[in-house]
């Protein structure tokens, strides 16, 4: 099913030719990023949109929307396996043939607070959902991006240890990226479970800024921006909190969100997501941290080049650790 609809939004894009453009993206089923795809398949019918996200009602649910029905393609991954990711990026690679990509969206994230939770390939969880599933997805589909395309990575102000965040969430220790890794040792100093969990996924967004950062010297035709969105009331980024917690993050926060300073509303955070995706002058805030759509320094550490090099190091040695060796991805510097 997800295959037809897949093949379809490629056929579409054929038909069309180069007038079409193409986003893809990952975290578009929910919240902020399900907002971008609602407004892109509803405002911008030269846009087509390959989505990679796990099967689930959600899914389902964004092919009945106006505008998806040769627009979207749906290819299945759980950024959680990293096997799951590299078979995603394969069938992205399908379906583009030829198609470059105009931008490439990696918004998906988790935050978990309920204990030392795992990948399928052992390691920390939102180290691996966050950033090293979008590390992989980048280094399959850079060579598939236009020249002058953009990469937006969506990070967030708790990347830095000295950033006001309204929703007090304890922050992370710079670690080394291999501990960062370990579901067991990751910020184990952190005595309490939620501000543990929290502080993880604080370090996993500083990656995605490091990762940014480095990647708009690696590609000096690429426009990549760090994203944030800052606190968005109403999406399910706090699924793993208590029921009182989750209630008043979704329902009750949204509405005063107006007029709670730090608080944005939903409409404003994925306007300004869908802004830097297909407006913004991506070359001139590449290697930026976007504050909705205003650059600023973000945290001294997220510019620290020998751990942003460590970053990368890590990422590519994971990725060679944890994948088959009969994926089609070699990390270039670490294959021999
Ligand atoms: N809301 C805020 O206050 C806030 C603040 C700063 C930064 N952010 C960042 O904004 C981004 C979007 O978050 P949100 O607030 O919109 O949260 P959300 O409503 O929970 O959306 C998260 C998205 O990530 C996807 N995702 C999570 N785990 C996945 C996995 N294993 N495989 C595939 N997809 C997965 C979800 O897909 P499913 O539908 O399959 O679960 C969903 O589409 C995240 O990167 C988050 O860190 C949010």
């Known amino acids: 099913m997800a295959r037809d609809n897949a093949m379809s939004a490629v056929a579409a894009a054929e038909r069309f030719g ?29 846009w087509i949109v390959i989505l990679i996200a796990r099967p689930s009602p959600r899914v389902d649910a964004l092919k009945a929307l ?12 759980d950024l959680a396996s ?9 069938e992205v690679v399908g379906l583009l043939g030829s198609h470059p990509i105009d931008a490439l969206a990696l918004n998906a994230g988790i935050q978990t607070v309920t204990g ?28 598939h991006l236009r020249p002058g395309g953009r990469i937006v990575s969506t990070s967030s102000e ?12 304890g922050r992370a220790t710079w670690q080394d990226p291999l501990v960062l890794a370990d579901p067991t040792h990751a910020q184990s ?11 993880r996924y604080c370090a996993s967004k500083l990656l995605n800024l490091m990762h940014a950062r480095h990647l708009a010297l690696e590609l000096p035709n690429i426009g990549v921006m760090a994203f944030n969105p800052s606190v ?11 029921w009182l917690q989750r209630l008043g993050f ?15 509303l939903l409409a404003r955070s994925s306007g300004d997501l869908l802004w830097l995706l297909t407006e913004a002058d991506a070359q001139s805030l590449s290697g930026q941290y976007v504050d909705g759509r205003a650059p600023q320094p973000g945290s001294s550490e997220s510019s620290d080049p020998a751990k942003i090099a460590r970053a990368i190091e890590v990422a590519h040695v994971l990725l060679r650790r944890c994948l088959d060796p009969s994926s089609t991805f070699l990390a270039p510097h670490l294959s021999h």
């Open 66 to 77: 106006p505008g998806a029905d040769g627009r979207l393609a749906v290819v299945d991954a």
């Open 250 to 264: 979704k329902y009750l926060l949204p509405l005063f969100a107006p007029i709670v300073p730090g608080a944005r």
């Open 116 to 143: 030392d939770l795992a990948s399928a390939d052992g390691l920390e969880l939102a180290f691996a959902v966050n950033f090293l599933a979008h590390f992989l997805i980048v280094e399959r589909l850079k060579g």
């Open 18 to 46: 180069a007038a079409r453009k193409c986003l893809v993206m990952t975290g578009g089923t929910s919240g902020i990023g399900r907002r971008v795809l609602e407004r892109l398949l509803r405002e911008r019918a030269n």
């Open 189 to 199: 100093h952190v005595a309490s479970v939620v501000d543990r969990g929290e502080a």
């Open 158 to 169: 708790v990347h830095d240890p000295e950033a006001f965040c309204l929703m007090g969430i």
């Open 82 to 90: 990293l096997n799951s990711v590299d078979r995603a990026c394969d």
């Open 232 to 242: 968005v009331p109403g999406t399910d980024i706090g699924r793993d909190r208590n």
